[in-house]
Protein backbone atom coordinates (compact mmCIF):
# COMPACT_ATOMS: atom_id res chain seq x y z
CA UNK A 1 0.00 0.00 0.00
CA UNK A 2 1.02 3.65 -0.74
CA UNK A 3 1.10 6.05 1.52
CA UNK A 4 1.20 9.64 0.31
CA UNK A 5 1.34 12.59 2.46
CA UNK A 6 -0.32 16.09 2.00
CA UNK A 7 0.52 19.29 3.43
CA UNK A 8 0.54 22.98 2.77
CA UNK A 9 0.11 25.71 4.99
CA UNK A 10 -2.83 27.22 7.03
CA UNK A 11 -5.56 28.14 4.57
CA UNK A 12 -3.92 26.71 1.45
CA UNK A 13 -6.52 23.44 0.84
CA UNK A 14 -5.69 21.13 2.55
CA UNK A 15 -9.07 19.78 3.88
CA UNK A 16 -11.18 20.45 0.85
CA UNK A 17 -8.55 18.55 -1.08
CA UNK A 18 -8.73 15.71 1.45
CA UNK A 19 -12.46 15.56 0.88
CA UNK A 20 -12.44 15.38 -2.69
CA UNK A 21 -9.84 12.24 -2.16
CA UNK A 22 -12.28 11.10 0.04
CA UNK A 23 -15.21 10.91 -2.06
CA UNK A 24 -13.10 9.35 -4.54
CA UNK A 25 -13.20 5.95 -1.90
CA UNK A 26 -9.70 7.13 -0.71
CA UNK A 27 -9.38 6.46 3.02
CA UNK A 28 -7.66 9.66 4.33
CA UNK A 29 -5.72 9.84 8.34
CA UNK A 30 -6.40 13.45 9.48
CA UNK A 31 -3.76 14.17 11.80
CA UNK A 32 -4.74 16.81 13.94
CA UNK A 33 -7.52 15.14 14.59
CA UNK A 34 -5.93 11.82 15.81
CA UNK A 35 -3.57 13.60 17.71
CA UNK A 36 -6.49 14.64 19.83
CA UNK A 37 -7.78 10.98 20.11
CA UNK A 38 -4.49 9.85 21.13
CA UNK A 39 -3.84 12.79 23.80
CA UNK A 40 -6.74 11.43 25.32
CA UNK A 41 -6.77 7.38 24.97
CA UNK A 42 -3.10 6.33 24.39
CA UNK A 43 -2.00 5.60 27.65
CA UNK A 44 1.77 5.84 27.77
CA UNK A 45 1.02 9.13 25.92
CA UNK A 46 -1.14 9.76 28.96
CA UNK A 47 1.66 8.76 31.45
CA UNK A 48 4.32 10.84 29.77
CA UNK A 49 2.23 13.57 29.58
CA UNK A 50 1.46 13.56 33.02
CA UNK A 51 4.60 13.12 34.32
CA UNK A 52 5.80 15.92 32.06
CA UNK A 53 3.04 19.14 32.63
CA UNK A 54 2.02 17.60 35.83
CA UNK A 55 -0.76 15.59 37.09
CA UNK A 56 -3.19 18.67 36.09
CA UNK A 57 -2.59 17.93 32.48
CA UNK A 58 -5.51 15.24 32.86
CA UNK A 59 -9.14 16.02 34.76
CA UNK A 60 -10.15 14.29 37.51
CA UNK A 61 -12.84 12.61 34.88
CA UNK A 62 -9.40 11.44 32.67
CA UNK A 63 -10.09 14.41 30.59
CA UNK A 64 -7.58 15.84 28.84
CA UNK A 65 -6.87 19.28 30.31
CA UNK A 66 -6.47 21.72 27.10
CA UNK A 67 -6.29 24.90 28.65
CA UNK A 68 -3.69 23.66 31.19
CA UNK A 69 -1.31 22.74 28.73
CA UNK A 70 -1.88 25.51 26.74
CA UNK A 71 -1.37 27.87 29.06
CA UNK A 72 2.33 25.76 29.04
CA UNK A 73 3.05 25.81 25.65
CA UNK A 74 1.83 28.71 24.60
CA UNK A 75 4.88 31.44 23.87
CA UNK A 76 7.38 28.93 24.98
CA UNK A 77 8.76 27.12 22.17
CA UNK A 78 11.11 24.72 24.30
CA UNK A 79 7.75 23.80 26.27
CA UNK A 80 6.15 23.49 22.33
CA UNK A 81 9.12 21.62 21.61
CA UNK A 82 8.81 18.84 24.32
CA UNK A 83 4.65 18.58 23.82
CA UNK A 84 5.51 18.00 20.34
CA UNK A 85 8.20 15.22 20.54
CA UNK A 86 5.94 13.09 23.04
CA UNK A 87 2.72 13.71 20.73
CA UNK A 88 4.27 12.73 17.31
CA UNK A 89 5.65 9.32 18.24
CA UNK A 90 2.37 8.49 19.22
CA UNK A 91 0.81 9.39 16.50
CA UNK A 92 3.08 7.96 14.03
CA UNK A 93 2.35 4.19 15.85
CA UNK A 94 -1.62 5.26 15.39
CA UNK A 95 -1.20 5.89 11.74
CA UNK A 96 1.04 2.87 11.18
CA UNK A 97 -2.00 0.12 12.88
CA UNK A 98 -5.07 2.59 11.35
CA UNK A 99 -3.18 2.06 7.56
CA UNK A 100 -3.00 -1.36 8.61
CA UNK A 101 -6.90 -1.37 8.83
CA UNK A 102 -7.01 -0.01 5.33
CA UNK A 103 -6.31 -3.16 3.58
CA UNK A 104 -7.22 -3.75 0.56
CA UNK A 105 -7.13 0.21 -0.14
CA UNK A 106 -4.09 0.60 -3.30
CA UNK A 107 -2.99 3.82 -1.32
CA UNK A 108 -3.73 6.19 1.73
CA UNK A 109 -3.37 9.85 2.68
CA UNK A 110 -1.92 11.41 5.70
CA UNK A 111 -3.39 15.05 5.80
CA UNK A 112 -0.65 16.82 8.05
CA UNK A 113 0.44 20.69 8.45
CA UNK A 114 3.41 19.79 10.12
CA UNK A 115 4.28 16.80 7.61
CA UNK A 116 8.18 17.97 7.69
CA UNK A 117 8.07 19.88 11.26
CA UNK A 118 7.07 16.78 13.09
CA UNK A 119 9.21 14.35 11.05
CA UNK A 120 5.97 12.33 9.61
CA UNK A 121 7.14 12.46 6.12
CA UNK A 122 9.85 9.74 6.63
CA UNK A 123 6.55 7.48 7.20
CA UNK A 124 5.53 8.52 3.80
CA UNK A 125 6.32 7.03 -0.05
CA UNK A 126 5.93 10.23 -1.54
CA UNK A 127 4.27 13.54 -0.41
CA UNK A 128 1.78 16.31 -1.84
CA UNK A 129 1.85 19.85 -0.97
CA UNK A 130 -1.45 22.25 -1.73
CA UNK A 131 -0.78 25.49 -2.74
CA UNK A 132 -2.01 29.15 -2.48
CA UNK A 133 -0.33 32.62 -2.03
CA UNK A 134 -0.16 34.28 0.95
CA UNK A 135 -2.91 36.93 0.06
CA UNK A 136 -5.37 34.07 -1.08
CA UNK A 137 -4.91 32.16 1.86
CA UNK A 138 -5.20 35.59 4.13
CA UNK A 139 -8.13 36.41 2.52
CA UNK A 140 -9.54 32.85 3.28
CA UNK A 141 -8.39 32.78 6.16
CA UNK A 142 -10.46 36.00 7.70
CA UNK A 143 -13.50 34.84 6.87
CA UNK A 144 -12.85 31.55 7.90
CA UNK A 145 -11.84 32.27 11.24
CA UNK A 146 -13.60 35.84 11.97
CA UNK A 147 -12.01 35.02 15.80
CA UNK A 148 -8.64 35.39 14.15
CA UNK A 149 -6.58 38.82 13.28
CA UNK A 150 -4.90 38.71 10.42
CA UNK A 151 -1.45 39.48 13.24
CA UNK A 152 -3.08 35.83 14.64
CA UNK A 153 -2.65 34.21 11.21
CA UNK A 154 0.57 35.66 9.95
CA UNK A 155 2.12 34.36 13.79
CA UNK A 156 0.80 31.05 12.83
CA UNK A 157 2.19 30.78 9.33
CA UNK A 158 5.55 31.81 10.60
CA UNK A 159 5.39 28.94 12.98
CA UNK A 160 4.82 26.90 9.99
CA UNK A 161 8.13 25.47 7.52
CA UNK A 162 8.29 28.48 4.74
CA UNK A 163 5.96 27.52 1.46
CA UNK A 164 8.62 27.55 -1.02
CA UNK A 165 10.54 25.11 1.08
CA UNK A 166 7.68 22.26 1.27
CA UNK A 167 7.18 23.26 -2.57
CA UNK A 168 10.73 22.35 -2.88
CA UNK A 169 10.32 18.84 -0.93
CA UNK A 170 7.05 17.86 -2.30
CA UNK A 171 6.71 14.94 -5.39
CA UNK A 172 3.42 16.60 -6.61
CA UNK A 173 1.60 20.13 -5.85
CA UNK A 174 -1.82 20.86 -6.30
CA UNK A 175 -2.12 24.32 -6.69
CA UNK A 176 -5.26 25.79 -5.25
CA UNK A 177 -4.59 29.60 -6.04
CA UNK A 178 -8.26 30.39 -7.42
CA UNK A 179 -6.41 30.68 -10.97
CA UNK A 180 -6.56 26.25 -11.67
CA UNK A 181 -9.58 24.19 -11.01
CA UNK A 182 -8.52 21.71 -8.35
CA UNK A 183 -10.72 18.70 -9.65
CA UNK A 184 -8.92 18.02 -12.84
CA UNK A 185 -5.28 17.68 -10.81
CA UNK A 186 -6.88 15.40 -7.79
CA UNK A 187 -8.10 13.07 -10.40
CA UNK A 188 -4.86 13.01 -12.34
CA UNK A 189 -3.55 12.47 -8.89
CA UNK A 190 -5.30 9.61 -8.12
CA UNK A 191 -5.09 7.63 -11.77
CA UNK A 192 -1.47 8.20 -11.36
CA UNK A 193 -1.60 6.48 -7.54
CA UNK A 194 -4.07 3.75 -8.86
CA UNK A 195 -1.36 2.81 -11.82
CA UNK A 196 0.70 -0.25 -11.46
CA UNK A 197 4.23 0.62 -9.78
Known sequence: MRKIGITGGIGAGKTIVCRVFQL??????DSDARAKWVMQHDAVLKDNLTAAFGPAAYTPSGELNRPHIASIVFNNPEQLARLNSLVHPRVAIDFESWALAQAPAPYVLKEAALMFESQAWKQMD?????????????????????????ADIRAIIEKQLREEE???????????DDQQL???????LHKHFLAPQ
Open 166 to 176: KMARADYIIYN
Open 126 to 150: EIITVFAPLDVRMKRLLARDPHRTE
Open 182 to 188: LLPQITA
Open 24 to 29: LGVPVY
